[in-house]
């Protein structure tokens, strides 16, 4: 593995345990390749998004190597590598566009820069005409596309995704879902996203990196061999449904392991 390769990510023999004793990441060794689109799937509490807030540089670790860019990750965060969250993290204070424009104008962007930008990205999304809403005025995918195009919008070199479509409806999923794949397809940025969902994992993603159950460790990486046109893809093709059930069997395997596992030692 290479420290130096630019725009990439490179994780060496990294070990994370939490206080008292609980040992979340043991010897992780992982190399995403810029511009490639990873998804890492497990149990709860494998320590996937530890894993992926380590990466972001809002977790520390024990030992191991964490690079991004040849920069080394240690708690140290940037813009460069954003993350986008589950849980919608908007300004109820600031309009839908104005949202958007806070994230361009903290990067140094002009004030008219950023709000012309941030128009852009809300007429992308089809909200233009709640540009000039609250997020209490808007519903929860709407809501989520805002936080997205905030993340998106400042061209982040290293994309962190921690479940971000798991609470929305299925239209809503599958229309950021595009929109991510569309981002990823167009800008060729390094896209890291965590889920619980098989299908979601596959649709997405060239790689599915399967986790153990607690204390994580990387089980086994499987590529994913459909087009990068995802959205030319069904969803009920053979060829993604064959890999989904794989995934999907060597999954429930650590699904009960970690349920064991939770009921012997209480968490």
Aim: hydrophobic share 40%; net charge neutral.
């Amino acid at each position: 593995m290479s420290t130096s390769t630019p725009g990439g990510l490179v994780v060496r023999n990294l070990h994370k345990t939490y206080p008292p004793d609980i040992v979340a990441l043991r010897d992780v060794s992982l190399e995403l390749a810029p511009g490639t689109f990873t998804a890492i799937i497990g149990p709860s509490g494998c320590g996937k998004t530890t894993l992926l807030k380590i990466a972001a540089g809002i977790e520390t670790y024990q030992h191991g190597e964490v690079f991004f860019a040849g920069e080394r990750i240690a708690g140290n965060t940037s813009w460069r590598r954003s993350v986008i969250y589950q849980d919608i993290r908007l300004f109820p204070w600031l309009t839908a566009q104005a949202n958007v424009a806070f994230a361009l104008e903290s990067k140094g962007l002009p004030k008219a820069e950023a709000r012309r930008q941030a128009a852009q990205w809300i007429e992308r999304q089809g909200l233009q005409l709640y540009a000039d809403a609250y997020p209490a005025e808007l519903s929860g995918g709407m809501r989520q596309k805002i936080g997205v195009c905030r993340v998106l919008a400042n061209a982040p070199e290293l994309v962190l995704c921690d479940e971000p479509f798991s609470a929305l409806d299925w239209t809503a999923r599958e229309s950021l879902q595009l929109e991510l794949l569309h981002y990823w397809y167009e800008q060729r940025k390094t896209v890291l996203f965590v889920t619980h969902n098989v299908e979601e994992a596959v649709y997405l993603a060239q790689r599915v990196v399967l986790m153990s159950a607690r204390p994580g460790e990387i089980k086994e990486i499987v590529d994913v061999p459909l087009p990068e046109e995802r959205w030319s893809v069904r969803r009920d093709s053979p060829q993604l449904l064959a890999v989904a059930q794989y995934v999907n069997n060597h999954i429930a395997d650590e699904v009960r392991k970690a349920q064991a596992t939770e009921q012997a030692v209480g968490y």
